[in-house]
């Protein structure tokens, strides 16, 4: 009885030794918390690290993960930071809650409620089908379910003044010009200006998407678009990202379209 009492505890200590030194996927932050609510270093934080619209594992204050929405619905609150880890892999994004004392500057609790409901807000609507499009381009071109079946539809909301959305446009021809040969990949811009006013504006300014005149501001009500500009993939006429946090949108945009063609191409 003795000498298995002792191969157990023996079986047991081993068990917890793994368990201690089992390597995990995050290391660090990338910053520490303590630097990042210093004076002007959040926004460069944001900037640099901070992207809620990918795909990332959440995790709480404890390290415990959580669901995505979770984590969202927290950062929403205002208390908590989103601290990126670094990760043993490049495609793969590991973000863990820090709890704010109420001395930090109150800017930086109203920004994180803003970024984290906008991203709870979109990421509610990922797998969701796409509201119904029955749209005509400024060439004629039809836009509605059939179309987009068996597609990927990338919509980029703008409007003609929207500087943002027009320093964009030399990206997004490239982007556009990239994948010109890929006739499951089709690329839109909706804008709320009327028609007359986006054949004359696009007379000067170079955009290679198909145009669409919205007046009615059907999707950017149905999507709740609130911010511009902002980008709608999406495939087989579901949602699959909403992007429209504005340091990140465009490089989100990129890895997402790359990402697809590879694994089409597997």
């Not at 002792?6 to 081993?14: D, I, S, Y």
């Not at 390597?23 to 004076?39: A, F, H, R, T």
């Not at 929403?76 to 495609?91: H, Q």
């Not at 509605?144 to 990206?171: H, M, Q, R, Y």
Request: glycine share 4%.
């Amino acid at each position: 009885m003795i000498i298995k009492t002792k191969t157990f505890l023996f079986l047991l200590t081993l068990v917890i030794a793994n368990s201690c030194t089992q390597k995990l996927p995050y290391g660090d932050p990338v910053e520490k918390p303590q630097d990042i609510l210093k004076g002007h270093s959040f926004t460069n934080y944001w900037i640099r690290a901070m992207d809620l619209s990918t795909d990332f594992v959440g995790l709480d204050p404890f390290s415990k993960q959580i669901s995505k929405e979770t984590f969202l619905k927290q950062v929403a609150t205002g208390k908590y930071l989103p601290v990126r880890l670094f990760s043993d892999s490049v495609s793969k994004f590991y973000y863990r809650l820090y709890k704010m004392d109420r001395s930090v500057d109150p800017y930086i609790p109203a920004i994180l409620r803003s970024i984290g409901a906008v991203a709870y807000k979109d990421f509610k609507w990922e797998g969701l089908p796409l509201p119904e499009i029955n749209y005509t381009d400024l060439n004629g071109k039809k836009f509605n379910s059939d179309f987009i079946k068996g597609k990927t539809l990338v919509l980029d909301f703008w409007f003609i003044g929207c500087t943002a959305c027009v320093e964009e446009f030399p990206d997004l021809n490239k982007l556009r010009n990239k994948y010109a040969n890929r006739k499951d990949i089709i690329f839109a811009a909706v804008a709320f200006d009327k028609e007359a006013s986006l054949r004359k504006f696009l007379k000067k300014i170079n955009l290679q998407f198909d145009v669409i005149s919205d007046t009615s501001r059907y999707l950017i009500k149905k999507l709740d678009i609130q911010s511009f500009p902002s980008i709608v993939v999406v495939k087989n006429g579901k949602v699959v990202k909403i992007l429209d946090d504005q340091y990140h949108c465009l490089p989100d945009l990129k890895m997402m379209l790359r990402k697809e063609v590879q694994d089409q191409d597997l």
